[in-house]
């Protein structure tokens, strides 16, 4: 069984940064395939970021790109959202997730099978 812990969220102001960790523990990580998704009040769960099991591979949401960077450190079994030029519509519940699945379906939450309890990121103009 996968467990995934997520920190690093908090209270900034607009243009601010923050990064969000989730460690990975319980099956070989370098096995899994990572995303983060967010979930704002009232609004399904979205995909923000991807990155491939080898790392070579990410992808990002449209209204992230430029601005969030997803990384992983396989020695330390963590994977990283490092959010930059933060805007207030970025507020929401981020979860890491993990799965073992096509490249192609990165994108759909079905798709992990292991997801994180979340950390809450607000954004303040």
């Known amino acids: 069984q996968v467990q995934l812990v997520e920190s690093g969220g908090g209270l900034v102001q607009a243009g601010d940064s923050l990064r969000l960790s989730c460690a990975f523990s319980?099956?070989?990580?370098?096995?899994?395939?990572l995303g983060w998704f967010r979930q704002a009040p009232g609004k399904e769960r979205e995909f923000v970021a991807y990155?491939?099991?080898?790392?070579?591979?990410?992808y990002y949401a449209d209204s992230v790109k430029g601005r969030l960077t997803i990384s992983r450190d396989n020695a330390k079994k963590t994977v990283y959202l490092q959010m930059n030029s933060l805007k207030p519509e970025d507020t929401a519940v981020y979860y890491c997730?993990?799965?073992?699945?096509?490249?192609?379906?990165?994108?759909?939450?079905?798709?992990?099978?292991?997801w994180g309890q979340g950390t809450q990121v607000t954004v303040s103009s």
């Open positions: 997730a993990a799965g073992r699945f096509s490249e192609s379906d990165y994108y759909t939450p079905r798709n992990y099978d292991y």
């Open positions: 319980g099956r070989t990580f370098s096995y899994y395939s």
């Open positions: 990155i491939s099991w080898s790392g070579i591979n990410t």
